[in-house]
């Protein structure tokens, strides 16, 4: 879509919208021919290697529907992660090559995704002008909405033009509703803050003074409106003051997942701004009402422990296809000598064997996720010869927790705090 505004006495500007739906072949030629492209010794692997990978993995469109098998021989898959890059990419080759020289050098053409915003000179036709751009490719069109009460709406932000310069406020569809999170919903208080927040400092980024008070207005009166309070509206509005304000923002690299509950909030509270805590949105109307089915306990899924008969370290590892059939792969590691296992390792530096008559399981029936992760517990807590941490390496404090939960568990202790439960269900929310 095109949306154009007049622009000062000499110029008029536009906010053109593709519809696109491109071809693979047409895409890959003409993204090929990148700008500035680095020769090979700046890549990990030759360009031509890189651009045949790219490819493949374009043509390679395949999905199944109603039990048939398809290939999408046109567009690309939506959400493939090449697919956004590559349609910017494709644009940007068209613009370079074709659509800058029809909107000509007094023009000033501004992209984002598939809005465009172009300021062009007063008497240009517009129409004219997108007749020639949607001739460029027959897979690109463009549609135009011009300029209305010197207003233009461009992504969400409503454009006003004056006689001298250009002000800004936050723009809406007709069709917005207001139907944000209500203030009694299930979702954690953060979550609730955070979109208000959210809110805030989008008015205090778009707006221009003499409309940043009634976006202000209307953001606390739609939230008031699903039962918000106003002073914790308008706390929350000092906290998007505050951190627009700030020069160079902490960025901690530490994150930490939580549940929705009071523990959670004071864990917040006590890590301050030295670790980034989110909580997950708990369980669904949907989680609550379906059948769950029973899924069936695997025998074969174990943890085991295979001690030092010369000291007192330990093995600790885990397996999908059976302790027994694990332990005999090991034997045979230690009888060949493959110093991959951490157990020849040992026994070449401190001339030890493993005592096999005591190797035991753990846990046994657990999923692939919880079994690595109770690995990843005991080789953190425990002495012991392994060489590496397991799939996830885990703080001494969350492994010692996941144990803790795992032994209640196994008890049939009902008292465990939900962090505990939470701990093996969502490991990668205890990494530090």
Known sequence: MCKAMWFYPVKKSCDWTTKNEIENDDLMELSGQSRGSPVDDELPLPKHHFISLVKLCVDFGFFVFAGDEYQQISGLAMGSPLSAVLACLFMETLERDHYRDIIGRHSTWLRYVDDVLVIVPRRSCLHHTLTRLNSVHEKIQFTVEEEEDQKLPFLDTLIHRGDEDLRFSVYRKPTNKDDYIHYYSANSNNTKSGVVIGFFLRALRICSPEFLESEVTYVIDSFMKHKYPKGLLLNLRKKAENILSR?????????????????SQA?????????NIASTSGEKIHDLIREKKQQKSNTDSAVYRIPCSGCDMAYYGETGRGFNTRICEHRADVRHHRTSNSMVVHVDEAGHLPNWEEAETIHEGL??????VMEAAYIATEKNMNTASGRFKLSKVAAAIIRTSARSRSSGDSSTPMLYKYAVYSPKCMYF
């Open 247 to 263: 020069s160079n923002p902490v960025i901690s690299s530490n994150f930490l997942v939580l549940p929705p509950c009071n523990l």
């Open 267 to 275: 864990i917040s509270k006590y890590f301050g701004n030295t670790m």
């Open 367 to 372: 999923s692939k996720h919880k079994r690595k």
